[in-house]
């Protein structure tokens, strides 16, 4: 009898092995968008530390000299220019203005942008990362209080 050896591998073999990389898909996908999200929330939050820094540094420097390299209100905030109320375009001068190497902004929402948008409005400044997704991870300054707070909504 003639014995005719065959290489390869089964049909079974093969379903097995597409019925394994199903699954690692299945539990591995959701693991990869979600820290997609997670890193978006680093960098708004480290964005956040920055320009609270840099806030606190222009108020210092006005306290102790009476003067600032930035635009300050009478309170010793930074304000861009001017005093209150608050203009996108000036929020967006603030922004430039306390943080070094500053992540670009967008003065007021343009639809489909990524990144940072700068919204102003009365005594406020509202920084929003990625304008167009949710959630949306914003940072809330008060020019005349100095209060800055990271929100997600």
Request: aromatic share 10%; with cysteine; charged share 10%.
């Amino acid at each position: 009898m003639n014995c005719i050896k065959q290489n390869g591998f089964t049909l079974i073999e093969l379903v097995m092995v597409i019925a394994i990389l199903g699954i690692l898909a299945a539990v591995a996908i959701p693991k990869f968008v979600d820290l997609s999200d997670e890193a978006h929330s680093a960098a708004a939050k480290g964005t956040h530390g920055g320009f609270s820094s840099g806030v606190n540094i222009a108020h210092a420097e006005w306290i102790t000299r009476g003067a600032s390299s930035v635009a300050m209100s009478a309170s010793g905030w930074p304000v861009g220019s001017g005093s209150p109320p608050m203009s996108h375009p000036r929020c967006a001068t603030v922004w430039t203005d306390v943080l070094t190497s500053a992540p670009e902004v967008d003065p007021g929402f343009s639809a489909g942008t990524d990144g940072w948008g700068a919204f102003g409005l009365g005594n406020l400044c509202f920084f929003i990362y990625e304008p167009d997704t949710a959630p949306f991870r914003l940072i809330r300054y008060n020019v005349t209080s100095g209060l800055i707070e990271y929100l997600v909504i």
